[in-house]
């Protein structure tokens, strides 16, 4: 269901009258399938995020995708995009830029990195040290960058899509907790069905998916969509479900570091995103639940029992999900 099409006579759809912009997230997420086959889910997640003005962490083992998602993401927008290999020996200024001196001009000019960009692809971000994953952390949460000391603006809209592989593998460095902590959402994509797997067998053979696909949006019908998404309703009793949610994982026996107040800021607004692909003005405690793994689970630490126990972040979370109770919307 594309983003403000759906209609009821109780008056449960978005209105209409935005032109383009309302149709595009339709378009974008077409655009996005016709190169990953069968993960619809992952793909509305992720649009789910773009939509939140949020960032996406893509974790899972090599070969599944996890590139070929956020570069199909990428080319299906039409607007500025870059991609960064992280390296062991990447550094920091390599992402957000440095500053040149020209001798014949005797005057320094700033050589911006390729995070200024509308959508930045971090292709296995834990391959590179902490302390250039740390380059990132401001221009995740401020949207601007400081070098040299000077403090320069990023361009709306502006999302960061990491893939990474687990962190058991070899050449990996963990994500520090406040980099996971400033990406709103982590998806997984997963091995194919089969018959997904035949398709793209088909698909692969001549040339790659990604070599036809067009942009589908602009960066303009992106910024309005997400100032859409911002006037979505949320009522008293759905927010304070929401507190309700984030305040369990602090006080769950099963963790040692519950959500932060910003991963409750990350659900409110990925759901108001969520309501809006599902053609709603208002948010449900539905949108919130089928968001909380996905949203919470990346920033939890389990306990050393749990650990034992082999009890993932994302089985704890359903779990939350599964017994706190749900309170009246209103």
Avoid: W
């Avoid at 008056?11 to 309302?22: A, K, R, T, Y």
């Avoid at 440095?98 to 001798?103: A, G």
């Avoid at 406040?178 to 089969?194: L, N, S």
């Avoid at 999900?321 to 749900?326: E, G, N, S, T």
């Amino acid at each position: 269901m594309s983003l403000g099409t759906r209609q009821n006579t109780q008056g449960d759809g978005l209105p209409e009258g935005d032109g383009g912009v309302i149709t595009a997230a339709e378009r974008i997420r077409e655009a996005v399938e016709s190169v990953i086959e069968g993960k619809p889910d992952v793909v509305r997640i992720a649009l789910t995020v773009l939509l939140a003005e949020g960032h996406l962490l893509i974790e899972d083992i090599p070969g599944v995708g996890k590139t070929m998602l956020a570069k199909a993401l990428g080319r299906a927008i039409d607007c500025s995009v870059q991609r960064v290999q992280f390296t062991p020996d990447l550094l920091p200024a390599d992402i957000t830029g440095v500053s040149v001196y020209h001798q014949d001009r005797r005057a320094f000019e700033f050589n911006p990195g390729p995070v200024f960009a509308n959508i930045v692809l971090g292709d296995e971000i834990n391959r590179a040290s902490p302390k250039t994953q740390s380059a990132l952390l401001e221009c995740m949460e401020e949207m601007q960058v400081s070098v040299d000391g000077e403090t320069r603006p990023l361009e709306r809209p502006f999302m960061v899509v990491a893939t990474q592989n687990p962190a058991d593998m070899e050449g990996t460095y963990p994500l520090p907790e406040a980099q996971r902590d400033r990406f709103m959402a982590r998806i997984a994509v997963g091995y194919p069905t089969p018959q997904a797997e035949l398709d793209m067998i088909d698909a692969h053979s001549a040339e790659s998916p990604l070599d036809t696909l067009r942009s589908a949006a602009t960066a303009a019908d992106v910024h309005g969509m997400v100032d859409r998404v911002k006037t979505i309703h949320v009522a008293p009793g759905v927010r304070r479900y929401a507190v309700d949610l984030v305040t369990a994982t602090r006080t769950s026996s099963a963790l040692r570091l519950g959500a932060s107040p910003r991963a409750t800021i990350h659900l409110v607004r990925a759901a108001r995103a969520y309501a809006a692909l599902e053609g709603r003005h208002y948010v449900v405690p539905d949108d919130l639940q089928a968001l909380a793994v996905p949203v919470l689970a990346h920033r939890l630490l389990p306990s050393p029992e749990a650990r034992m126990e082999r009890r993932a972040p994302e089985q704890i979370v359903s779990e939350i999900v599964a017994r706190l109770p749900i309170p009246n919307p209103r």
